[in-house]
């Protein structure tokens, strides 16, 4: 009886030390699936706040670290773009009329003198209805190809090419499920300007979103790892390793973690995802790339 008491015991932790065996196996690869989801995820929505910040930067010639200037700045706000005129038909091989000459030789000396002198307006040939073609005496309505430069209005042509775009959600991190429950954490958003050796000044952005954030619900362990990967760089200083390490046993300050926060946003090797940096000029890339 005893023998048989032994015996099952030692099947019961067989079958225990083979499923914690197994789980420990399985583990990183359910986080990898995840993690890779719920990255492609944030990757998008870290790619389209780059190209607002760079649109908004080419009107106003600074980036903002404020997403309701960006949301009221996509609804409202008109850039300048090109727009061809045109099509490379049989027409194209038809000789414009002098009326056409006209007008275009107006509009380009408009253009060039980067504003309409008051009195006068700049015509917008691609506008034209058939009628106003046939009134004016135009050979053809677009004869050629040009790039005309044009005032739209930004959420007219900015991601466009996204339908399932909504600015109402761009300073929300995607794809956070804790248990069930979709939650909606913001993304850290800077902005400043640096000054270069050659006392140049440099409008630089960055957005920010910790691993922590947009990871959370899935395996601790795991993101502690991945964070570990990713600090990973020889000249970080002692000073610096002993923050990491005590951060990961939770035995930073409240003001401590604030800092070191703050702190870590300037590594090159950021953990969590990245565009733009405050530090250093890199052409807005982001850290997956």
């Not at 930004?154 to 991190?173: A, C, E, H, K, Q």
Request: aromatic share 8%.
């Amino acid at each position: 009886m005893k023998k048989k008491i032994i015996l099952l015991l030692l099947i019961g932790a067989i079958c225990g030390l083979a499923y914690i065996f197994i789980n420990n196996m399985r583990r990183p690869i359910i986080f990898n699936d995840a993690y890779a989801i719920r990255k492609a995820k944030v990757v998008e929505r870290l790619k389209e706040i780059r190209a607002l910040q760079q649109a908004y930067k080419s009107v106003k010639g600074v980036y903002t670290a404020d997403f309701d200037t960006l949301e009221i700045f996509y609804k409202t706000g008109k850039m300048q773009t090109l727009r061809s005129v045109g099509s490379l038909d049989d027409s194209a091989t038809q000789a414009r009329t002098k009326e056409y000459e006209k007008l275009y030789d107006e509009q380009q000396r408009l253009i060039k003198a980067r504003r309409p002198v008051k009195g006068e307006r700049l015509v917008a040939l691609v506008d034209m209805d058939d009628e106003e073609v046939e009134k004016r005496g135009l050979a053809v309505r677009k004869p050629i190809v040009d790039d005309v430069k044009a005032i739209v209005k930004i959420d007219t042509v900015l991601l466009s090419d996204r339908p399932d775009f909504n600015i109402d959600s761009l300073r929300y991190v995607p794809g956070v499920v804790v248990n069930g429950v979709v939650e909606k954490p913001e993304f850290i958003m800077k902005a400043t300007i640096k000054e270069t050796i050659s006392k140049v000044h440099v409008p630089l952005f960055a957005v920010f979103v910790p691993n922590e954030v947009y990871l959370k619900g899935l395996d601790k362990q795991e993101i502690a790892n991945l964070n570990d990967t990713q600090i990973q760089r020889n000249d970080l200083g002692d000073e610096e390793k002993n923050k990491v390490i005590k951060e990961q046993e939770g035995k930073l300050s409240a003001e401590e973690k604030k800092y070191f926060a703050e702190e870590k946003m300037k590594w090159e090797h950021y953990p969590g995802l990245r565009v733009g940096s405050i530090n250093n000029p890199n052409n807005d890339a982001g850290n997956w790339e």
